[in-house]
């Protein structure tokens, strides 16, 4: 089945000059699994294709249950440069979270009740 991250993570994210740099975080370890696997850079860089002409580097974090990517050209310049409304990492974040990914029922169904990791309570 289809879903979009938004179901099993959550992101957060900043821009410095001309790249936005994601961190994306799974809530428990069963969404993690899913994450490594779903989740690549050449993933994030056809997901951003029309906004994106740079690379998109990945940095797996599996301590804090994590990935990071760096979209490098990701601002057309700059935040304050480019024309597109909305452009800023924390827009692009709300984006990535709307990439869909493909995962089997158990798969989710285990992501969805595995207790999350930290001190938030559950999503």
Known sequence: MR????RIAHARSGDKADWVDFGLFAWNTAGYA???????AERVREHFAPWLPGEVDAWALPNILAMKFVLKGALQGGG?????????????????????????????????????????GTP
């Open 80 to 120: 304050a440069r480019n024309l597109r409304l909305d452009n800023l990492g924390k827009a692009m974040a709300a984006a990535l979270l709307r990439l869909e990914i493909e995962v089997e029922a158990a798969e989710l169904d285990a992501a969805r009740k595995q207790a999350p990791v930290g001190w938030w």
């Open 34 to 40: 899913i994450l490594q696997r779903e989740v690549t």
């Open 3 to 6: 879903i979009p991250l938004a």
